[in-house]
Every structure is written in C-alpha cells, then in structure tokens.
C-alpha cells in the first residue's frame, strides 16, 4: 500500500507539511491516522510517512459536512454563511480555514460582501449550496506531490476578457497583491483610485464587489515600479505621492514606502509636507533623503 510523507500529504490537501506535523501531533483529539514508519529525510532527521489511503479517508470524513451530533447539517441550499460558518460547516477544526483560502485565491469568490466606510473592514458570505459544491470539486483534492498538471485555483484565472467582472481574489492576483486581505487594506487607504467605486456592487439583489478586469489591469500597470529616476538636478519642488517617493528611493510600490517610513529608516519623510490624504512630500525633501540613503549625506 502506498505511503506519504507530510510534504506529500501537504501538496494533497492544500496544507504545509508544518500543518500535517501539527494534525499529526493531535491526532488523540482529532483521530489522525497514526505513521506507519519512517523514511530518509533531506535533514537531519528521517520523516514520517503514513498509509495514503487511511490519510485520504481522514481528510474525506473532516471534510463532510456535518453537525456536532455527526448527523449531516440540514440547511436551506441558498442560506448565507459566514467564513467561519463554512468552515464548520465542511468539518474544518480551524474556524479560519476557508478564510485563508479565500485569502491566497484557493476560495470561490462570496455571494455577498458588505464593506464598513468607517474600518474599510469587509464582511463576506457564501451561499451553502456553493460551498457544498466548492468542497466537492475543490482543485487540488487527491493530488500528490511530483504530479505534471497543475490544479488552477478556485477563484482566478490566467486571462480572460476586458469587460469581465472579477472579484477581489483575481484582482489581488492581477495587482501583485499578497492576497484578498492586503488587496482590502491597500483599497481602503486609498491606494487603488481606479477601483474605487467598483463597477458592480450588486448581484442576484445582494451586494457584492466587482471590478472590470481592464481597470484592473490598467491599475496594475499604474503600479509598476518604473525607471528609478536620477537624483541629480533637483529642478522645481512639487509635491510627490507615496507613489511617486518609491519610485524616487528604489521601492517597488507606495506600501513599501509607507513601511519603511513607519520602521523610522526615511526620517525626512516621516512629516509629510502635505499630510492630505494622501499624504504628499516635496521633491526636494525626497531627494535629500535620496542621498542620506545612498549615504552621500551633505
């Protein structure tokens, strides 16, 4: 009977080999399938490996949707859930498990989005029936590690047409993001003026969020580092975005900006000339610590 390692259980199920150590290390609580040996490992110390299909039958029983009592859940197909609630629903110990998907684009995009003006806080919901679905053809289910094709991602695609609709997860993805939380975060602060307001908010009568993919795009675009401008020759003194700044002191982006300043290593920007929003510094302000950061300080 085949055996699997935590890299190769990982690769299966969408978890780190960290992650399966860590199921594996409560399996007293959680019924994880006990290692039937070990193996020559690339460190130190030989891994563990496990009967695969003991391993898939485990993952195929949490991963059924079930009540405390171990009854199936009945709910209406078209109920509306939380991330939290989904995952319970599919039988994950971690409240935040289908949270993190959605984050690295793994999730289907919700059924309906409210957004706070006040935090810029999202609060998302996924009908029961798509998520019933989701968790029965999720990409990435049954693969092993080494294999040739690839499992696309629930919720993005490589291409598709300017006029498209896409949700945060694929636009996170065209923009470079880290994922649909960093997405959020730089769209609150300002940081995305082309997708604010988005070209949907209502589907099927419920609120959501939605950008043409061509905006999207061009925004991306916008967001490419450029050339790194010369720091010779100050010129006139206008005032630069956090944008504009980067683009002067070698950052890729205006959020790589904003860090360092909040790190205290670009003193000379940490009061903003124009405090705004956005906040703006002048020219000859950025130069000057253009040069300390060279380290030809004069």
């Given at each position: ?14 978890l ?9 290390a ?18 130190k ?6 009967e695969?299909a ?29 991330a ?20 690295k684009?793994?999730?289907i995009d919700?059924?309906?989005e ?17 998520v ?5 053809n ?33 636009a996170?993805?065209i923009?470079?993001?880290g ?8 769209l609150y ?26 905006v ?6 916008q ?8 720091v ?8 630069l ?18 860090t ?38 004069g």
């Amino acid at each position: 009977m085949p055996r699997v390692d935590a890299d190769e259980i990982g690769a299966a199920h969408q978890l780190t080999a960290k992650q399966v150590r860590s199921l594996y290390a409560a399996r007293k609580s959680n019924g994880f399938p006990e290692a039937k040996g070990t193996r020559p490992g690339a460190g130190k110390r030989p891994q563990s490996e496990w009967e695969e299909a003991e391993v898939d039958a485990w993952f195929a029983r949490r991963r059924k949707p079930a009540s405390a009592s171990g009854r199936a859940v009945q709910r209406d197909p078209g109920e509306l859930l939380t991330a939290a609630e989904a995952s319970r629903r599919l039988g994950y110990k971690n409240p935040a498990q289908l949270k993190t998907y959605f984050d690295k684009g793994s999730f289907i995009d919700p059924d309906e989005e409210v957004e706070s003006p006040e935090s810029g806080r999202v609060r998302r919901r996924w009908r029961a029936d798509r998520v019933d679905a989701w968790n029965e053809n999720r990409p990435g289910q049954g693969r092993r590690a080494g294999s040739s094709a690839r499992q696309p991602s629930a919720t993005t695609t490589a291409t598709g047409a300017p006029e498209d609709l896409v949700g945060a997860a694929e636009a996170s993805r065209i923009l470079g993001l880290g994922g649909v939380s960093s997405f959020d975060t730089t769209l609150y602060k300002g940081d995305l003026p082309l997708l604010t307001p988005p070209a949907s908010t209502r589907l099927n009568g419920r609120r959501v969020r939605r950008w043409r993919r061509s905006v999207v795009e061009e925004q991306a675009e916008q967001r490419r580092p450029r050339p790194q401008p010369s720091v010779e020759g100050e010129g006139d003194n206008p005032l630069l975005t956090a944008e504009e700044a980067a683009l002067l002191l070698g950052y890729a982006n205006a959020k790589s900006l904003r860090t360092m300043i909040a790190r205290g290593a670009l003193p000379h920007l940490a009061r903003p000339d124009d405090p705004g929003p956005p906040a703006r510094w002048k020219k000859a302000v950025v130069l000057a610590q253009a040069r300390a950061k060279a380290g030809h300080v004069g």
